[in-house]
């Protein structure tokens, strides 16, 4: 009996067990060989590799040509038990392969012999594939699933399959006909750049299809008649992941795009060349889930065969090795409703700078809509914006004075301007004489009067200021989110002008619109608002090794660090897991009063228009930049019935005057 020697090759190179060092039986040669051998295989180069039976060279040209398919990936090679007998010695290799996000693995057996003083692998061709022959290869077939939809409140499909045209110019079918003039005719008819699309058309093989765009077949207005009038032109029907219009909740649910070479990159071989894959939003967030996992094939077959001959053959000519069955994606489902993000992209829809709506419900922090103007230029401002509130946060201000034992009707002293440690504060431009001095802290509430909260900074500290926010939902952790946002930060310690200017929702203060909104939305409640927009979050993922669901607060911070939205601090923080002392009932109450206060007595008495239940609400501008005089952003929130709204403008004006329209034509909507 033969002794046994245990080793184990890696991609870069081969590891000896320890035990190989102690026990050696005279012939380590073959040792050696096997090592060279094992090694040799990972590379995918045995060019050096001693073999009887076949040249070194050839050798190295058939494992090529055997596993060309396969390319670029390699395999991972482990030595079993090494068994020396004599002139002879056996090792059995574990062979695994990563195709397509899946592990084939396979076990073959070499054979050394000791020629003279050499020791050789004996060649065979299932040395590299279990059971080839010496004039098959390896290939691949890979079957994609279709991807998961993503549905919208009650399962409403928000993206999902829809029919499209890939319109284009085939070169193929050009006859005679001029490339560059046809391509020309074709992107004036649908609308992208003459002079790009000629020269890609000119740039392309005889054979190629050119795409020029992609239209959706529902309502698309380019006919094919206008296509078929232009030589070489063609419209190739297609199916693809869309939501309902091409804006439609773009920021929040991504979209689904052919994988850049650095998505394949990364992917650690679950994406390949030709594959979809998401970018931005929930798709990316959620990609493999949505995805699934692709059917997978491995198999070996003869060469250079016919269809007819292939045909002709069991399995048309296919001995399979390895099959993975295609696994379906799952839907995402989230709590958006269909018509009213539709209406809050209509409100914003004219609206220049970065803006943003968001709305939700109280009773369960459901997530309605979360739409980003046209202004935002592909940025989600509904989720991931950071800005300084101005006056909204007063909300946070009036619970801590509540909470010191202040009521609505309790006094407060509201002069014209107030001097903090050489710094001028004042109030807003128009506010009404009426409303200076004494007044009670329900008025200096619905007219916004700055001086009077920065006045009360000595009644509420800073740490008292960044524990309230928490009571309403500012700053605190959303792990029912199921997406990136900003969760709001206000800094536990600050004195001096900048405490003073975080009573008015300035300084360091920063807050998003989604979180302004669950600010609103837990007073309307009664209780802090965890928001929620993805319900199934946990469902199985798809493919292995490929992105999957995120932290919400993790993915947050790189977003938005990333964003570079104007106006917009550059640096996103965690949220904390601590909500601090929960807001009461009673406490909500008090602030529902001061909130409707703004209505009919304050200054958005325009919404008490809004039909349905009382509207209350707060208006905010907060300046920002070091224009003189500083630009500002228009903040407005509000509840209405069991829906709180948020609405954001950068650089907007005055919130009652900017957001307030705004607000009012979306709460009509929203009926």
């Given at each position: 009996?033969?002794?046994?020697?245990?080793?184990?090759?890696?991609?870069?190179?081969?590891?000896?067990?320890?035990?190989?060092?102690?026990?050696?039986?005279?012939?380590?040669?073959?040792?050696?060989a096997?090592?060279?051998?094992?090694?040799?295989?990972?590379?995918?180069?045995?060019?050096?590799?001693?073999?009887?039976?076949?040249?070194?060279?050839?050798?190295?040209?058939?494992?090529?040509?055997?596993?060309?398919?396969?390319?670029?990936?390699?395999?991972?090679?482990?030595?079993?038990?090494?068994?020396?007998?004599?002139?002879?010695a056996?090792?059995?290799l574990?062979?695994?392969?990563?195709?397509?996000?899946?592990?084939?693995?396979?076990?073959?057996?070499a054979?050394?012999?000791?020629?003279?003083?050499?020791?050789?692998?004996?060649?065979?061709?299932?040395?590299?594939?279990?059971?080839?022959?010496?004039?098959?290869?390896?290939?691949?077939?890979?079957?994609?699933?279709?991807?998961?939809?993503?549905?919208?409140?009650?399962?409403?499909?928000?993206?999902?399959?829809?029919?499209?045209?890939?319109?284009?110019?085939?070169?193929?079918?050009l006859?005679?006909?001029?490339?560059?003039?046809?391509?020309?005719?074709?992107?004036?008819?649908?609308?992208?750049?003459?002079?790009?699309y000629?020269?890609?058309?000119?740039?392309?093989?005889?054979?190629?299809?050119?795409?020029?765009?992609?239209?959706?077949?529902?309502?698309?207005?380019?006919?094919?008649?206008?296509?078929?009038?232009?030589?070489?032109?063609?419209?190739?029907?297609?199916?693809?992941?869309?939501?309902?219009?091409?804006?439609f909740?773009?920021?929040?649910?991504?979209?689904?795009?052919?994988?850049?070479?650095?998505?394949?990159?990364?992917?650690?071989?679950?994406?390949?060349?030709?594959?979809?894959?998401?970018?931005g939003?929930?798709?990316?967030?959620?990609?493999?889930?949505?995805?699934?996992?692709?059917?997978?094939?491995?198999?070996?077959?003869?060469?250079?065969?016919?269809?007819?001959?292939?045909?002709?053959?069991?399995?048309?000519?296919?001995?399979?090795?390895?099959?993975?069955?295609?696994?379906?994606?799952?839907?995402?489902?989230?709590?958006?409703?269909?018509?009213?993000?539709q209406?809050?992209?209509?409100?914003?829809?004219?609206?220049?700078?970065?803006?943003?709506?968001?709305?939700?419900?109280?009773?369960?922090?459901?997530?309605?809509?979360?739409?980003?103007?046209?202004?935002?230029?592909?940025?989600?401002?509904?989720?991931?914006?950071?800005?300084?509130?101005?006056?909204?946060?007063?909300?946070?201000?009036?619970?801590?004075?509540?909470?010191?034992?202040?009521?609505?009707?309790?006094?407060?002293?509201?002069?014209?301007?107030?001097?903090?440690?050489?710094?001028?504060?004042?109030?807003?431009?128009?506010?009404?004489?009426?409303?200076?001095?004494?007044?009670?802290?329900?008025?200096?509430?619905?007219?916004?009067?700055?001086?009077?909260?920065?006045?009360?900074?000595?009644?509420?500290?800073q740490?008292?200021?960044?524990?309230?926010?928490?009571s309403?939902?500012?700053?605190?952790?959303?792990?029912?989110?199921?997406?990136?946002?900003?969760?709001?930060?206000?800094?536990?310690q600050?004195?001096?002008?900048?405490?003073?200017?975080?009573?008015?929702?300035?300084?360091?203060?920063?807050?998003?619109?989604?979180?302004?909104?669950?600010?609103?939305?837990?007073?309307?409640?009664?209780?802090?608002?965890?928001?929620?927009?993805?319900?199934?979050?946990?469902?199985?993922?798809?493919?292995?090794?490929?992105?999957?669901?995120?932290?919400?607060?993790?993915?947050?911070?790189?977003?938005?660090?990333?964003?570079?939205?104007?106006?917009?601090?550059?640096?996103?923080?965690?949220?904390?897991?601590?909500?601090?002392?929960?807001?009461?009932?009673?406490?909500?109450?008090?602030?529902?009063?001061?909130?409707?206060?703004?209505?009919?007595?304050?200054?958005?008495?325009?919404?008490?228009?809004?039909?349905?239940?009382?509207?209350?609400?707060?208006?905010?501008?907060a300046?920002?930049?070091?224009?003189?005089?500083?630009?500002?952003?228009?903040?407005?929130?509000?509840?209405?019935?069991?829906?709180?709204?948020?609405?954001?403008?950068?650089?907007?004006?005055?919130?009652?005057?900017?957001?307030?329209?705004?607000?009012?034509?979306?709460?009509?909507?929203?009926?």
């Amino acid at each position: 009996m033969g002794k046994k020697h245990i080793l184990t090759f890696g991609l870069t190179g081969l590891v000896l067990a320890a035990s190989l060092v102690a026990c050696d039986d005279g012939r380590s040669g073959a040792q050696d060989a096997a090592n060279k051998l094992a090694s040799g295989l990972s590379a995918l180069d045995v060019g050096a590799v001693p073999f009887q039976g076949k040249d070194s060279s050839a050798a190295n040209d058939r494992l090529h040509e055997a596993f060309k398919a396969l390319e670029p990936a390699k395999p991972t090679v482990h030595g079993g038990d090494l068994t020396v007998d004599k002139d002879t010695a056996t090792l059995p290799l574990d062979i695994s392969w990563t195709i397509g996000g899946s592990e084939w693995k396979y076990t073959v057996s070499a054979q050394l012999k000791k020629a003279g003083d050499t020791w050789q692998t004996v060649w065979k061709p299932d040395l590299l594939a279990p059971g080839l022959t010496d004039i098959e290869v390896l290939a691949t077939s890979t079957q994609a699933p279709q991807r998961a939809d993503i549905l919208g409140a009650g399962d409403v499909p928000l993206v999902t399959s829809r029919a499209v045209v890939n319109v284009g110019i085939d070169k193929t079918t050009l006859g005679g006909a001029d490339p560059a003039a046809s391509a020309a005719k074709l992107a004036a008819l649908v609308g992208v750049d003459p002079a790009g699309y000629t020269q890609q058309v000119q740039a392309a093989g005889p054979q190629a299809f050119v795409a020029a765009i992609t239209l959706r077949q529902d309502g698309r207005t380019v006919t094919d008649e206008q296509i078929a009038a232009i030589p070489g032109a063609r419209a190739i029907a297609d199916a693809l992941p869309l939501a309902p219009t091409r804006t439609f909740a773009r920021a929040v649910l991504g979209s689904v795009a052919e994988a850049s070479a650095e998505q394949i990159e990364k992917s650690g071989g679950a994406l390949k060349n030709g594959d979809s894959t998401g970018t931005g939003g929930l798709q990316q967030q959620y990609d493999a889930r949505l995805r699934g996992t692709d059917g997978v094939q491995v198999f070996a077959q003869v060469p250079g065969l016919t269809p007819e001959q292939r045909q002709a053959q069991p399995n048309a000519g296919r001995r399979m090795l390895f099959q993975v069955a295609m696994k379906p994606g799952a839907p995402l489902k989230t709590t958006l409703d269909p018509k009213l993000q539709q209406l809050a992209e209509d409100t914003l829809a004219k609206v220049g700078p970065a803006s943003a709506i968001v709305a939700l419900r109280p009773s369960s922090g459901a997530v309605l809509a979360a739409a980003s103007g046209p202004g935002s230029n592909g940025y989600d401002t509904a989720m991931l914006g950071q800005y300084a509130p101005g006056s909204i946060f007063k909300i946070v201000d009036s619970l801590a004075l509540i909470r010191g034992g202040m009521t609505p009707d309790s006094k407060v002293d509201c002069p014209a301007t107030l001097e903090v440690d050489g710094r001028t504060f004042k109030n807003a431009e128009g506010y009404p004489a009426s409303s200076l001095g004494s007044v009670a802290l329900r008025d200096a509430f619905a007219h916004s009067c700055n001086t009077a909260f920065i006045n009360a900074r000595d009644k509420v500290s800073q740490a008292q200021l960044e524990s309230t926010a928490a009571s309403l939902g500012v700053g605190v952790d959303a792990p029912k989110l199921g997406a990136a946002a900003f969760l709001g930060s206000v800094p536990g310690q600050a004195g001096g002008t900048e405490h003073a200017a975080s009573m008015i929702g300035q300084g360091k203060v920063l807050l998003s619109p989604l979180v302004a909104a669950v600010m609103a939305g837990s007073v309307a409640k009664g209780a802090p608002v965890s928001p929620v927009l993805v319900t199934n979050p946990d469902a199985p993922a798809g493919t292995p090794g490929a992105t999957g669901s995120a932290s919400p607060a993790a993915t947050a911070a790189s977003s938005a660090s990333a964003s570079g939205s104007p106006g917009a601090t550059s640096t996103a923080t965690a949220a904390p897991t601590a909500s601090g002392t929960p807001l009461t009932p009673a406490e909500a109450a008090s602030l529902a009063d001061m909130m409707r206060a703004v209505i009919t007595s304050g200054h958005a008495g325009f919404l008490a228009s809004v039909p349905g239940a009382p509207v209350g609400a707060k208006t905010g501008t907060a300046e920002f930049g070091s224009d003189n005089p500083p630009k500002t952003h228009a903040w407005i929130v509000a509840t209405h019935g069991d829906l709180a709204v948020a609405v954001f403008v950068e650089d907007g004006g005055l919130g009652a005057t900017t957001s307030g329209p705004l607000l009012k034509e979306f709460l009509t909507g929203a009926g």
